[in-house]
Nanobody, 126 residues
Framework: QVTLKESGGGSVQAGGSLRLACEAP????????MSWFRQVPGKRREGVAG????????YGDSVKGRFTASLDSTKKNTLYLKMNDLKPEDSDTYYC???????????????????WGPGSQVSVGS
């Protein structure tokens, strides 16, 4: 298990930007991918961005071109998610997760991940 802690959520108007951060000081690339998911209550978590051993592995279709993931290994292995041109439908609780082997290169499936952060709320007004 890896301890994860998200930060950076909040409220913005449509078209605005936010940056989420996920600290994972225990993360090593041997543990697999480090990815972002999001969820509304009652639904499965949707994959947003996956970061593998070679860098960004994939983005979810709904965020391509607007969201950018990056990893800073010098700052407690912090995974960032820069979200631009936010839309009301981006309003969710965002989670970072570790695991999945290298599956993030082909899919972002919540069932593959073993360690999860507590989540960070993002709200986008219209």
């Amino acid at each position: 298990q890896v301890t994860l802690k998200e930060s950076g959520g909040g409220s913005v108007q449509a078209g605005g930007s936010l940056r989420l951060a996920c600290e994972a000081p225990q993360y090593t690339r041997t543990l697999g991918c480090m990815s972002w998911f999001r969820q509304v209550p009652g639904k499965r978590r949707e994959g947003v961005a996956g970061f593998g051993t070679g860098g960004v592995a994939r983005y979810g279709d709904s965020v391509k071109g607007r969201f950018t993931a990056s990893l800073d290994s010098t700052k407690k292995n912090t995974l960032y998610l820069k979200m631009n041109d936010l839309k009301p439908e981006d309003s969710d609780t965002y989670y970072c997760a570790v695991g999945g082997g290298l599956t993030c290169y082909t899919q972002l499936n919540q069932d593959e991940y073993r360690s999860w952060g507590p989540g960070s709320q993002v709200s986008v007004g219209s």
